[in-house]
């Protein structure tokens, strides 16, 4: 494995807001990782590279209840918002938990986010920006 969890969180770190993250996406890229999974539950995220070798950050917050019923419209308007710098990430996750988003997967390598929800139906892809 070329990344270590101490990476990820080191260049996460720089994320004030999701105007950061373009930049994010491509640092992690350039140390290997080629996909991940989080969970908006505990804010838990799974990093992989590209055989599969995973590493994880554990709870990042205290349990979040992720809402049964999904509301898709009012979540796009809260992404937009956050993709804007207008919100922090603990707000972004809390918006996913109200809203019945339960996570999203990352692939680097098709530069795509597919968020999902609490029965792990993909309800929403977006084309991750470059820098």
């Known amino acids: 494995m070329k990344f270590t969890i101490e990476e990820i969180k080191s260049e996460h770190q720089k994320v004030k807001s999701g105007a950061d993250f373009p930049m994010y996406i491509q640092a ?3 140390k290997g990782v080629s996909h991940y999974t989080t969970y908006i539950k505990d804010g838990n995220t799974e990093y992989f590279d590209s055989e599969s070798r995973s590493v ?10 992720i809402s049964e019923n999904l509301n898709l419209e009012n979540f796009k308007i809260r992404l937009k918002l956050h993709q804007q710098g207008d919100t922090d ?9 109200e809203n019945g988003v339960q996570g999203w997967k990352m692939d680097l390598n098709k530069m795509t986010c597919i968020y999902f929800d609490k029965i792990g139906n993909d309800i929403l892809t977006e084309q991750i920006l470059s820098i």
């Not at 994880?56 to 209840?65: E, I, P, Q, R």
């Not at 603990?90 to 996913?96: E, G, I, V």
């Open 28 to 30: 992690i890229k350039n």
């Open 56 to 65: 994880h950050t554990g709870d990042k917050y205290d349990s979040l209840f």
């Open 89 to 97: 990430y603990l707000t972004f996750c809390r918006d996913c938990a």
